[in-house]
């Protein structure tokens, strides 16, 4: 199993990215992908997740403005960002995980991570 993430940079307040969740050793129709991110010095927060059958999930502070999405043929997961916020700054991760409805937020259920980009949001 493998999880490459891409796509971070550096963007002004109000800007928008797109990143990219590359998936192998396994189906996107068979496991979901969640997005997370960590700023420093604080908890690695859950943003969104695509379940296997194509459920979405937003944080709170993300709806509105990141949209995730899947292409099952480049069994590859999206997370497009706009209107971003000096707040939105972090390193981003994807992760695969199967987790229960009302907990895919948790990191702990995830077994699987990315190596994380990096979000710099300048105000």
């Known amino acids: 199993v493998q999880l490459q993430a891409s796509g971070g940079g550096l963007v002004q307040d109000g800007g928008s990215l797109r990143l990219s969740c590359a998936a192998s050793g396994f189906r996107l129709n068979d496991y979901g992908i969640g997005w997370f991110r960590q700023a420093p010095e604080k908890e690695r927060e859950g943003v969104s997740h695509?379940?296997?059958?194509?459920?979405?999930y937003y944080a709170d502070s993300v709806k509105g403005r990141f949209t995730i999405s899947r292409d099952i043929a480049k069994n590859t997961v999206y997370l497009q960002m706009t209107s971003l916020k000096p707040e939105d700054t972090a390193v981003y991760y994807c992760a695969k995980g199967r987790p229960v409805t009302s907990a895919w937020f948790d990191s702990s259920l995830y077994a699987d991570w990315g190596q994380g980009t990096q979000v710099t949001v300048s105000s």
């Open positions: 695509i379940r296997s059958n194509g459920v979405k």
